[in-house]
């Protein structure tokens, strides 16, 4: 029972040894930033369709997935998200509503004026993205992890001494946003009412403010 009483010991002791090396091991800590802006490829848009009864509120949306086809707009990317009746209502008792997507090619100006209907009762943007923007982050972080590499390297180069193993590294998210609006909108930003809209306003893709990316990557290096 002594034997193995005093080899617990020593392996506690062992253990113990081992983690106040790792404890004292001199490092240096620096954190890395990149950035990076990325060009919106794709906008989602919720639009509403008003009407008086069924039959009605069936013709505006045949001619709502008509209009949205004459300008390159697939069935596949429309969906259906909510119908309302409101049996109180002595105009509008109908109202049905929908999500689309439209890409860099399309013409959204000649879009909103096609859309500039009576029966269109709002549209107004979802969200506006970059379909790659998952890639886009990733090279964002490798680069903010290659930033605080160089940083230690330069700092340690400067007093004699080199980077060792990485010890730890810890991601930073400081700024990352998926979602941006037309310069035009910024007035505009909750709804975009059809039949007030402006038609001066270009609603191109260039007018859209791109998607801004940064990462910071705090590291820690054994100095050799």
């Known amino acids: 029972m002594k034997l193995k009483h005093l080899l617990l010991v020593g392996i506690f002791a062992a253990g113990s040894l081992v983690n106040a090396q790792e404890i004292k091991k001199n490092a240096i800590e620096v954190t890395g930033v990149a950035e990076m802006e ?33 300008n390159g707009v697939k069935n596949e990317d429309i969906k259906f998200k909510s119908m309302y009746q409101n ?23 000649k879009l909103f ?3 500039n ?38 700092l340690l180069e400067s007093i004699g001494k080199k980077t060792g193993p990485p010890l730890e590294i810890v991601e930073i998210e400081d700024y990352m946003s998926d ?7 910024r007035s505009k930003m909750a709804n975009v009412q059809m039949e007030a809209a402006d038609q001066s306003v270009d609603f191109a893709f260039d007018n859209i403010e791109n998607i801004k990316l940064k990462f910071s990557i705090k590291t820690r290096y054994e100095i050799l």
Do not use: C, H, M
């Open 38 to 70: 990325v060009e919106p490829d794709e906008i989602i848009f919720n639009i509403g369709i008003k009407a008086d009864n069924k039959n009605q509120l069936a013709d505006n949306e045949k001619l709502l997935f008509e209009t949205l086809k004459t």
């Open 87 to 109: 049996l109180y209502s002595k105009t509008t008792k109908f109202t049905k509503s929908f999500q689309f997507k439209a890409n860099a090619k399309t013409n959204v100006s």
């Open 113 to 115: 004026e096609d859309l």
């Open 117 to 154: 209907q009576k029966w269109v009762s709002n549209l107004n943007i979802a969200e506006i993205k970059n379909t790659k923007i998952a890639d886009f982050r990733k090279t964002v972080k490798i680069n903010a992890l290659k930033a605080a590499k160089e940083k230690a390297d330069y």
């Open 179 to 185: 979602s941006v609006l037309p310069v035009a909108y």
